[in-house]
């Protein structure tokens, strides 16, 4: 079974939710996420592919976030892993630099009033907004306490981001795409507009690749997969739900199945704040649980991971947490 993996965009609790569906994917199948033939993430959902293509496991994630501590375990970089962000790099800190007054995009902004009907709302919005003060380095950091330098080592990883000028997706890491460090394209992607800086890449800016779709699942249409699993902690929110289906019919059009997993319930309140994220992949992982189960024969084919990908082991030495990261990475590229 060839398998799509997509991870929308959710702000930090979107992000939240991610790990926790993840999780409950991952136990319920044996199916390893970071194994997909094709990842794609947007904004929130493109930290957690990154991270998944790196080879961490999402029941990592949710017990690093927790706050546990495994001794003797360095990340990419040979730093120690506890020493590593846990609200999955959702550090705000003012971005040091002028600000210019005004629109950040005047070039989209003019064009989305010459055309509005080939502009997303968001898109609108997105070019009048002043410019952002948040800078993304924490964003970066992260990144690079499992990828240092380049891209990952994952054959198909995109992190979808939009051209701030022209308000057009690019899905980085897709050969069509400029050629982009793995944390920059990250840091795009996750760029809010008015509220994060835009990132600058190949000299043009991008921001949050939720301005053109919320999902972009719609990027892997034409690689013959048999499989596309949605992740989208967003649906419920006006519009997107819509949107996304869309995209899934047209995956459908050309015999590929679908899986939509979203949100039982929206997710309500501060999507940027650190607060419920614990709660969040709790919720998370037993409401996709339950509709995994729900889902039995559609994804009954999914390849079996890799153990240490898939669930905790239950006794573990400092020695093998170490090895972890490149023992999954060895068992995928096997």
Same mark, same amino acid.
């Given at each position: 079974?060839?398998? @799509?993996?997509? !991870?929308?965009?959710?702000?930090?609790?979107?992000? %939240?939710?991610? &790990?926790?569906?993840?999780?409950?994917?991952?136990?319920?199948?044996?199916?390893?996420?970071?194994?997909?033939?094709? !990842?794609? @993430?947007?904004?929130?959902?493109?930290?957690?592919?990154?991270?998944?293509?790196?080879?961490?496991?999402?029941?990592?994630?949710?017990?690093?976030?927790?706050?546990?501590?495994?001794?003797? !375990?360095?990340?990419?970089?040979?730093?120690?892993?506890?020493?590593?962000?846990?609200?999955?790099? %959702?550090?705000?800190?003012?971005?040091?630099?002028?600000?210019?007054?005004?629109?950040?995009?005047?070039?989209? *902004?003019?064009?989305?009033?010459? #055309?509005?009907?080939?502009?997303?709302?968001?898109?609108? %919005?997105? @070019?009048?907004?002043?410019?952002?003060?948040?800078?993304?380095?924490?964003?970066?950091?992260?990144?690079?306490?499992?990828?240092?330098?380049?891209?990952?080592?994952?054959?198909?990883?995109?992190?979808?981001?939009?051209?701030?000028?022209?308000?057009?997706?690019?899905?980085?890491?897709?050969?069509?795409?400029?050629?982009?460090?793995?944390?920059?394209? &990250?840091?795009?992607?996750?760029?809010?507009?008015?509220?994060?800086?835009?990132?600058?890449?190949?000299?043009?800016?991008?921001?949050?690749?939720?301005?053109?779709?919320?999902?972009?699942? #719609?990027?892997?249409?034409?690689?013959?997969? #048999?499989?596309?699993? &949605?992740?989208?902690?967003?649906?419920?929110?006006? @519009?997107?739900?819509?949107? !996304?289906?869309?995209?899934?019919?047209?995956?459908?059009?050309?015999?590929?199945? &679908?899986?939509?997993?979203?949100?039982?319930?929206?997710?309500?309140?501060?999507?940027?704040?650190?607060?419920?994220?614990?709660?969040?992949?709790?919720? *998370?992982?037993?409401?996709?649980?339950? *509709?995994?189960?729900?889902?039995?024969?559609?994804?009954?084919?999914?390849?079996?991971?890799?153990?240490?990908?898939?669930?905790?082991?239950?006794? *573990?030495?400092?020695?093998?947490?170490?090895?972890?990261?490149? #023992?999954?990475?060895?068992?995928?590229? %096997?």
């Amino acid at each position: 079974m060839r398998v @799509g993996l997509v !991870l929308g965009a959710g702000g930090v609790l979107g992000g %939240a939710w991610h &790990v926790g569906a993840l999780d409950a994917i991952a136990a319920e199948t044996g199916w390893d996420p970071g194994s997909a033939d094709h !990842l794609v @993430g947007t904004s929130a959902g493109s930290m957690i592919a990154a991270l998944l293509a790196a080879g961490v496991p999402p029941w990592f994630m949710r017990a690093h976030s927790a706050g546990e501590t495994f001794e003797g !375990l360095l990340d990419a970089e040979g730093n120690p892993a506890h020493e590593a962000d846990r609200s999955g790099g %959702a550090v705000f800190r003012p971005h040091i630099g002028l600000t210019r007054p005004g629109p950040a995009s005047w070039s989209l *902004a003019l064009r989305t009033l010459r #055309d509005p009907l080939r502009h997303t709302p968001t898109a609108f %919005a997105a @070019g009048w907004l002043p410019e952002g003060i948040i800078s993304t380095e924490p964003l970066k950091r992260q990144v690079r306490r499992v990828v240092p330098r380049g891209w990952s080592a994952h054959p198909a990883l995109w992190i979808v981001a939009c051209d701030y000028a022209t308000g057009r997706r690019v899905a980085f890491g897709r050969d069509d795409a400029p050629p982009a460090e793995l944390a920059d394209a &990250v840091a795009a992607s996750c760029a809010i507009p008015g509220f994060y800086r835009a990132v600058r890449i190949g000299g043009r800016r991008y921001v949050d690749g939720g301005v053109y779709s919320i999902s972009n699942a #719609d990027v892997l249409r034409g690689r013959d997969l #048999d499989l596309v699993i &949605v992740c989208n902690p967003m649906s419920g929110r006006p @519009g997107v739900a819509k949107r !996304l289906r869309r995209e899934a019919e047209r995956l459908l059009s050309e015999g590929t199945d &679908v899986v939509l997993l979203e949100p039982r319930r929206p997710l309500g309140g501060n999507l940027m704040s650190r607060a419920r994220r614990n709660a969040v992949m709790a919720q *998370a992982f037993d409401e996709v649980a339950e *509709a995994v189960r729900a889902r039995r024969a559609q994804l009954a084919g999914l390849p079996q991971g890799e153990p240490v990908a898939v669930r905790r082991p239950a006794d *573990a030495t400092p020695e093998v947490w170490m090895r972890l990261r490149e #023992d999954v990475l060895a068992a995928r590229a %096997a």
